[in-house]
């Protein structure tokens, strides 16, 4: 199947220091990925939609400004987290769509970045 | 407001057994649904997905979900468990919001043990 491989899968910093996190489709080009945030007691939730050469779609109630999202080719979409803070610090996973068929998808999932904020 | 509700953090099965995975939910307008499971050490994996058409949807490993709109209501199911379907599921609804947005909720995941 399909791979997607975020980059680094696990980082440190300090407070008010920005980090950026890498999603790279490997063998398939993805026109649309996704970035997902999971808090610690497990529930997820999507941050946003990018689409390549576009400007990302954010859910209600994520900060555009604090998570820069830019997907400048068909399989690199990056999430900048700006000026960070301890309550940043959470599971970060990108997802990757493949179109197939026209209309279906297929939707693959990275392993996931681990962000701790000191 | 919307919601989505898992009723429970834990389904135990035999294996060989029909499983059931509940989902509910509560959006303003027509929702497109999605299951999605998270297998320990695999990170998350898209399962299947209803946006319009036959209340039926076929998904990944032998998984099928039933988009039942006056019960407000999208439970996975497998006619048969296996011991590799142990793992943490998620139902998750899209809706479109009146202010042209949209918004993902996810439930609280739900830990299925399947017993050999």
């Known amino acids: 199947g399909a791979v997607v491989s975020q980059h680094p899968s696990w980082v440190i910093c300090k407070s008010g220091t920005s980090v950026k996190i890498e999603c790279r489709s490997l063998d398939f080009q993805a026109t649309t990925m996704f970035w997902y945030r999971q808090f610690p007691k497990q529930s997820l939730m999507l941050m946003a939609t990018?689409?390549?050469?576009?400007?990302?779609?954010?859910e209600q109630g994520v900060e555009k400004d604090k998570f820069l999202i830019n997907h400048a080719s068909l399989t690199l979409s990056t999430l900048t987290v700006t000026s960070a803070h301890p309550e940043d610090s959470s599971f970060y996973i990108c997802?990757?769509?493949?179109?197939?068929?026209?209309?279906?998808?297929?939707?693959?999932f990275g392993p996931g970045t681990r962000l701790t904020v000191t | 407001a919307q919601s989505v509700a898992q009723p429970e953090d834990q389904v135990n099965v035999a294996e060989g057994n029909p499983l059931t995975v509940k989902c509910t939910y509560s959006v303003s307008g027509n929702p497109y649904l999605f299951w999605y499971v998270q297998y320990p050490n695999r990170g998350l994996q898209f399962l299947l997905k209803?946006?319009?058409?036959?209340?039926l949807v076929k998904g990944s490993y032998g998984f099928e979900a039933e988009f039942n709109k006056s019960q407000t209501s999208f439970h996975l199911k497998k006619p048969s468990a296996l011991v590799s379907d142990s793992a943490l599921y998620f139902c998750a609804v899209r809706d479109f919001l009146n202010t042209g947005g949209f918004k993902t909720i996810f439930g609280a995941g739900t830990r299925l043990f399947v017993k050999a």
């Open positions: 997802s990757a769509r493949e179109t197939v068929q026209g209309a279906n998808y297929e939707q693959y």
């Open positions: 209803y946006i319009t058409g036959d209340n």
């Open positions: 990018s689409n390549e050469g576009s400007k990302a779609t954010y």
